[in-house]
């Protein structure tokens, strides 16, 4: 059986705490690749700023260069409301031979009770919880905590930075914040003066 891990969410952007997780995952448990899922309408967020193509090109761009890392594009395809849940039993259906870890965050640990079908759920996939400021990791199902250096950052305060002209960079893979730049998402278009990447 392949060990592939899930990281599903709006990537709305994608920055650098996604990444953290992905990669501590992997390592902790010793999964043959990590695949970044953006969902195509969440259950329990708005979605506003971008589109679901751009950021799917976002979660791409952000994993580009990383051999562990893959693009999974189900969800986007599949359209309508990400369901989880819908979503493994068609990828388990896909993959029978693998053996899925779905990775998700503090805030997602103690909010697993009002997941879709969450009972069947649990029994599809293994979670696997990365720590959060500011959350105690407590919930009534069976969650595999990892170890990992925690980082306070969320798309949402990403997006509000923007918003507010304020940098972003270090906080986002360069590419990623190029993007932002280029599509004009999420507020000013930047000075691109600003974030410069230095020539190699």
């Given at each position: 059986?392949?060990?592939?891990?899930?990281?599903?969410g709006t990537f709305n952007p994608p920055h650098l705490g996604h990444l953290i997780m992905a990669n501590e995952a992997f390592h902790s448990i010793g999964l043959d690749e990590v695949r970044f899922m953006p969902n195509f309408i969440a259950p329990h967020k708005e979605v506003d700023?971008?589109?679901?193509?751009?950021?799917?090109e976002m979660a791409r761009l952000a994993i580009a260069g990383y051999p562990i890392f893959r693009l999974e594009d189900f969800e986007i395809r599949q359209g309508g409301v990400s369901f989880t849940y819908?979503?493994?039993?068609?990828?388990?259906?896909?993959?029978p031979e693998?053996?899925?870890?779905?990775?998700?965050?503090?805030?997602?640990?103690?909010?697993?009770?009002?997941?879709?079908?969450i009972d069947e759920l649990a029994e599809l996939v293994?979670?696997?919880?990365?720590?959060?400021?500011?959350?105690?990791?407590?919930?009534?199902?069976?969650v595999l905590m990892i170890d990992s250096p925690?980082?306070?950052?969320?798309?949402?305060?990403?997006?509000e930075r923007v918003a507010a002209g304020r940098t972003i960079s270090f906080l986002v893979p360069k590419k990623v914040e190029a993007f932002i730049r280029k599509e004009q998402l999420y507020g000013p278009k930047h000075d691109a003066s600003e974030s410069e990447e230095t020539p190699s």
């Open positions: 059986m392949r060990k592939v891990g899930i990281l599903g700023g971008a589109g679901a193509e751009q950021r799917l819908d979503t493994m039993v068609k990828l388990i259906e896909r993959e693998t053996e899925f870890y779905f990775i998700i965050g503090g805030d997602s640990v103690e909010g697993l009770p009002t997941w879709h079908r293994r979670f696997v919880g990365i720590s959060r400021p500011g959350f105690k990791n407590e919930t009534p199902y069976p925690e980082i306070l950052l969320s798309s949402t305060m990403l997006r």
